[in-house]
């Protein structure tokens, strides 16, 4: 199975800073032959399911603010929201889908500080 | 709009058959294109794939629960099952079905959207 790490495990930032979560796999999630990455982030918020921000690393979903931007390849990627909103307070996943089975980083918990 | 809803028991004895459904709402599950998912989340923790099945009941589950797995679609209903034997403490958990749209007949797909509410089941005596 391949394995998603994410780091940091829980992150404080400051209304209107820059958050930026980390998130790597155990194998390549890059597809040579569409040049893809297999990889979304999904934001859930407390008492609610996951919702898909991001996928194929960096596109953003529809409806999704623009604060909200998806890059990396290969192994190494990362979520960066550009300026904090408070309903941005939430557990954010990376999944690759890249092979069954798919599998999902542990979670990171942004707070605001 | 695409909507699922999980239901089925909040509590298994150990040992028992935990039993849920995923009631599709928005779209038919006939169609095809997609894997209906089930996904769960132990309390406080991140998310495990559990398996998928087409809408011709083709199935494909996760190896570490695969023994113990049976889903099965009912495309009159717009409904998917999930079923899981021999449960003990360590199945307590939220489960979540989702939809996925699938690459090929090999269990690929791509990313969960959307996703149910999820049901909480807990496995005590």
């Known amino acids: 199975d391949i394995v998603m790490t994410q780091s940091p495990d829980s992150l404080a930032v400051s209304l209107g800073e820059r958050a930026t979560i980390n998130c790597k796999s155990s194998y390549s999630v890059l597809s040579r032959s569409n040049n893809k990455n297999y990889l979304a982030w999904y934001q859930q918020k407390p008492g609610q399911p996951p919702k898909v921000l991001i996928y194929w690393a960096s596109t953003r979903e529809s409806g999704v603010p623009d604060r909200f931007s998806g890059s990396g390849s290969g192994t190494d990627f990362t979520l960066t929201i550009s300026s904090l909103q408070a309903e941005d307070v939430a557990v954010y996943y990376c999944h690759q889908y890249y092979t069954t089975p798919s599998t999902f980083g542990q979670g990171t918990k942004l707070e605001i500080k | 709009q695409v909507q699922l809803q999980e239901s089925g028991p909040g509590l298994v004895k150990p040992s028992q058959t935990l039993s849920l459904t995923c009631t599709v709402s928005g779209a038919s599950i006939s169609s095809g294109g997609y894997y209906w998912s089930w996904i769960r989340q132990h309390p406080g923790k991140g998310l495990e794939w559990i398996g998928y099945?087409?809408?011709?009941?083709?199935?494909h589950y996760n190896p570490a629960l695969g023994s113990r797995l049976t889903m099965s679609v009912d495309p009159s209903k717009n409904q998917f099952s999930l079923k899981v034997n021999s449960v003990t403490a360590a199945d307590t958990a939220v489960y979540l079905c989702?939809?996925?749209?699938?690459?090929?007949?090999?269990?690929?797909?791509?990313?969960?959207?959307?996703w149910g509410q999820g049901t909480l089941v807990t496995v005590s005596s």
């Open positions: 989702a939809r996925a749209k699938s690459r090929d007949n090999s269990g690929n797909s791509d990313w969960f959207d959307p």
């Open positions: 099945i087409s809408y011709s009941g083709r199935t």
